[in-house]
């Protein structure tokens, strides 16, 4: 793979990406130099803001595996996503690798089981860039085998090329179309849901804990995040189920997921 950069085939790509100007031809040039850079088993483009939820600008997965990766991913499990929730922080990295920026208990959560783990997924790379207020956030994933030392080193090598492709896709679209009042409506239902989910039992301490549990977030993880003992922690974890009449992180997301079909 290496002898593919400087290549002629790359040089090719890499001018097809500057000289394109139409949105399918921008697309199909990022996705070829990022097939040249790495072996992986496909690529996606999403738009995330805090106002719609997650568009899709660019793939290269198949009908079927677009149903199975992305249309179930924007359907709903999106929020409790480390990637979505890292994509709208202000102090977040531009290039992460997914395994490492994950919660501590993330293996032991309900959005890993419910759905990540149905992915397959075994490696994952993402870049971010901010445009107009909203997060691109470019995916290259791997379905078997990780991404080598070596595969790290060259996608971090060609940040600022692939960062350039992503802005000039962005420009040659219209984001407008690709959201309706009902998914838009359907985003504030979620993420009021999940800010608000225990608002008239629990305190606002206890709400933010029951969200960093309900994201994969282990006790200490936790104290680290809200910056108090994990001593503290505990007992606001104890406090709040009780509060809620359940014993376990598994009763917590069925509670959260209750009040999602109930309102």
């Known amino acids: ?68 990766y992305l249309d179930r991913y924007i359907a709903g499990p999106y929020l409790l996503d480390p990637l979505y929730q890292l994509a709208l922080r202000p102090d977040r990295p531009s290039l992460v690798r997914y395994r490492e920026a994950t919660p501590d208990r993330f293996r032991s959560s309900e959005y890993y089981r419910q759905y990540y783990e149905r992915t397959h997924l075994e490696d994952e790379v993402d870049f971010f860039l901010d445009v107009d207020g909203r997060t691109l956030v470019m995916v290259v994933a791997m379905l078997e085998g990780r991404f080598s030392r070596a595969d790290l080193k060259r996608l971090a090598d060609a940040e600022p090329l692939l960062n350039a492709g992503m802005k000039k896709l962005w420009g040659c679209q219209d984001l407008s179309s690709r959201h309706d009042d009902t998914a838009r409506n359907m985003h504030e239902h979620l993420t009021a849901c999940f800010r608000d989910f225990g608002k008239s039992t629990l305190t606002q301490r206890e709400r933010e804990i029951t969200q960093l549990l309900l ?40 509670s959260f997921i209750d009040t999602l079909s109930a309102t």
Request: no cysteine; net charge negative.
């Open 1 to 68: 793979m290496d002898g593919k950069i400087g290549s002629a085939e790359w040089l090719a790509v890499v001018s097809r990406l500057v000289s394109e100007q139409d949105f399918e031809g921008v697309a199909n040039a990022l996705i070829d130099s990022i097939r040249l850079i790495v072996e992986n088993s496909h690529m996606a483009l999403l738009v995330i803001s805090h106002d719609d939820p997650p568009a899709v600008l660019a793939h290269n997965l198949a009908p079927a595996d677009e149903r199975h």
């Open 215 to 254: 994201r994969g977030h282990s006790t200490k993880s936790i104290a680290r995040e809200l910056n108090i003992a994990p001593g503290t922690v505990m007992v606001h974890k104890r406090n709040l189920f009780a509060k809620l009449g359940i014993t376990s992180q598994y009763e917590l997301f069925s």
